[in-house]
Structures are given as structure tokens and as C-alpha cells.
């Protein structure tokens, strides 16, 4: 056990700048943006002035309309059922976690097909070879590490930043006298919403344990350029699928796979309508589909050709 946190420790500090940076990247981007919208919305002499024109019989008319207008009326919460303002603050915090979701679906990407490939090409493997350490246990700690233990740092930012955003509507509804602003952080789900993030990203490792372990594959494997390969390599079965029995299999199976199906989102229906967002139950009920639990094994079993190809590479050093 010592060594595993050991090796998870060494994963850490490897990447940690990594994590970090596009993490606190993007808490920056997103609470600047808020700040400038409360601005925005809390003027109060003028404010910020759009002009429109209009085209009609008599010639062209100029209407003002005052942006901080909009604004402040976006954030007016007072006629909203108490079901209607949860709906609502639910979808701009998903919105919100989406934002993170994707920026860190890339930084796993790349690290996991950094994590074997780099070792080869800088030759610190040579070092990490001469450690009483077995390739199960590095080959687990670069899994563990980016899919299940570095989102904790994710989730603790998307909390941070939905309670900034509270923050910030809560000024607003001071400043334009909008409602009561301990009503806007009693349907605000905080809470609810942490949990939720924990649990996604917890059964989202699951979900897609095939995609993560085919890039630890491929960092083992290739010498050079393993994006490439990593892209390229599925096409030879997809196109083969379809050209002799016309079916689409496999193709569909990648995409489920490369899909955030355990993160909270929104659903877009057939009608292109906004819907609910994904609850906790249905996060849950996943673990329950055969579609999950094969792509554990498929999964496992790209583990597996990783530790080989690990353990022969280093062999061959």
C-alpha cells in the first residue's frame, strides 16, 4: 500500500501544474464573467445603452433599450414558482459544470497518452524500472490518479464557482430589490449538486474505463505520435464493420463510451427543447445497464495489454 501512494504521490506532482492550471483557468474565466454581468445589471445612472434600429413604413425608427435592463430582468426571480427557480438554477449550474467537464475530459485525454510514451521517450523509465514497484500497480496508479482522484479537484471548483455565481445573483438582488435572496440559496442545491458531481464522476470512470484504457494502450505501444494512433487505429474495424455487414456496431459502442453519460447535462429532446438535467437516479441506474458493465471488461482487458506491452518494453530496455 505505501508504495501504490507512493506511485500515486509521483502521478500528483507530475501533473499537478497541469490540473491545476486549466482548472483555475477556467474558475477565473467563468467569475470574471459573472462579475462584469452583476456589473452590468447593478448600474444605476444610465447604465449600458444598446440602440436598435427599425425599418417601417414612415422610415427608420431608433429605439434605446438599456442592456443592464435585460440583465437585472434575467436575474428577476420574484414571479417564479419556488419548482421553477430550482429548475432554472439546476440548468445555469449544469451549464456551469459543463464548462469543467470538457476542459478536463481533454487533460485526461493527454495525460493518459503522456503517461507511458513520455517515460520511453525522456528515459525515466530506466529509473522507475530499477523500483521495487510491479507494472499492475504503475499501470493502476496512472488510471486511479487522472480518472478518479484528480475530478476531486474539479468538483471542488465547480462548487466554488456556483457559490461566487450565488454570490454575485445575490447581488443583484439586493441591488434591483428582485426577491429574497435566502429563497435563492435555499433552491440553489449546493449540496445536492456536489453529490451529484461526485457520483457522476465516480460511475463516469466506469462508464468509460474502455476509452481510458485504450490511450494507457496506445501510450505503451507507440514510439511516435500516439494521438494519431489513438484516433486512427479504431477506424480500421468501424469501416471494416460497416463494409461487410453494414452495421455499425462498433462505431456506436466508441461513441456511448466517449460520452458524458454519468456527468450532470442537460437533454436535448427530439422537439430541440431543453429539458431536465441528469438526477442522481439516473446516474445510479447505469450501473445497472449490460452496456457499463462491458465496458468494464473491454476495458480490463486493455488494462491488461498494457501491463504486457509495459512489462516487455521495459524488458527490452
Known amino acids: 500500500m505505501n ?15 497541469t490540473y491545476l492550471a486549466a482548472t483555475l483557468g477556467l474558475v477565473a474565466l467563468i467569475s470574471f464573467s459573472g462579475a462584469l454581468a452583476t456589473f452590468v445589471a447593478t448600474l444605476s445612472e444610465g447604465g449600458v445603452v444598446m440602440v436598435i434600429e427599425r425599418m417601417d413604413d414612415s422610415g427608420n425608427v431608433e429605439r434605446h433599450e438599456r442592456i443592464t435592463d435585460r440583465v437585472s430582468s434575467m436575474a428577476d426571480f420574484s414571479s417564479w414558482t419556488d419548482r421553477e427557480l430550482s429548475q432554472r438554477l439546476t440548468k445555469l449550474r449544469t451549464a456551469i459544470a459543463s464548462g469543467f467537464h470538457v476542459v478536463f475530459f481533454f487533460v485526461v485525454v493527454f495525460i493518459l497518452l503522456g503517461c507511458l510514451f513520455d517515460e520511453r521517450r525522456d528515459r525515466s523509465v530506466l529509473f522507475w524500472k530499477s523500483m521495487p514497484v510491479s507494472d499492475q500497480l504503475t499501470i493502476a496508479s496512472k488510471l486511479l490518479m487522472p480518472v478518479w482522484l484528480a475530478p476531486l479537484i474539479v468538483i471542488a471548483a465547480i462548487t466554488a464557482t456556483w457559490i461566487l455565481g450565488l454570490l454575485l445573483l445575490s447581488a443583484i438582488t439586493v441591488a434591483e430589490d428582485l426577491g429574497s435572496v435566502s429563497r435563492l440559496w435555499l433552491q440553489s442545491g449546493i449540496l445536492g449538486g ?15 474505463l474502455p476509452l481510458y484504457s485504450w490511450l494507457i494502450l496506445v501510450s505503451a505501444i507507440a514510439n511516435r505520435l500516439p494521438l494519431l494512433w489513438a484516433v486512427l487505429v479504431p477506424l480500421v474495424p468501424i469501416i471494416c464493420e460497416g463494409i461487410i455487414f453494414d452495421t455499425s456496431h462498433i462505431g456506436s459502442f466508441i461513441m456511448r463510451h466517449v460520452e458524458f453519460a454519468a456527468l450532470p447535462r442537460t437533454i436535448n429532446t427530439d422537439d430541440r427543447q431543453t429539458q431536465m438535467v441528469q438526477s442522481i437516479g439516473d446516474q445510479l441506474s447505469l450501473l445497472t445497464t449490460l452496456d457499463l458493465w ?24
Open 294 to 317: 462491458l465496458g468494464v471488461i473491454v476495458g480490463i482487458a486493455l488494462l491488461a495489454g498494457a501491463v504486457w506491452c509495459h512489462r516487455r518494453n521495459n524488458e527490452q530496455l
Open 194 to 208: 456536489f453529490f451529484q458531481e461526485l457520483i457522476g464522476y465516480l460511475i463516469q470512470g466506469f462508464w468509460a
Open 3 to 17: 508504495r501504490f501512494t507512493a506511485l500515486l504521490k509521483r502521478e500528483w506532482l507530475e501533473a499537478r501544474f
